[in-house]
């Protein structure tokens, strides 16, 4: 495991695929106007901003997590969140890259 991997920027690919295999559901954390302008088809928009006030609504989900941004730094926050809630997530890093992955 690299420095990269302990903080979540790591090559994800094997995770992705993982949890794709467990039906997970992608949430984009990046804000309302971002998601309008491309995101990923059937994902579900929660900003980072409000995402501790929808853990009740993620964990009726009963599906693992992966959580995307622009870029990976709030999925990263997002992932932590979810985490220290008792929610299976992983940090999928920015939104294009992890499309190309799915």
């Not at 693992?64 to 990263?76: A, E, F, L, N, Q």
Request: aromatic fraction near 6%; glycine fraction near 8%; proline fraction near 2%.
């Amino acid at each position: 495991m690299g420095i990269l991997d302990f903080f979540g920027f790591g090559d994800k690919s094997k995770q992705i695929t993982e949890f794709t295999a467990k039906n997970a559901v992608i949430i984009d954390v990046r804000t309302y106007e971002e998601f309008a302008s491309g995101h990923i088809k059937n994902s579900k928009n929660i900003p980072l901003q409000i995402i501790e006030t929808k853990i009740n609504d993620i964990k009726k989900l009963n599906k693992p997590v992966i959580v995307c941004c622009k870029s990976g730094m709030r999925s990263s926050q997002a992932t932590s969140i979810l985490k220290r809630n008792g929610i299976e997530a992983i940090n999928g890093g920015g939104w294009q890259s992890l499309q190309l992955k799915l």
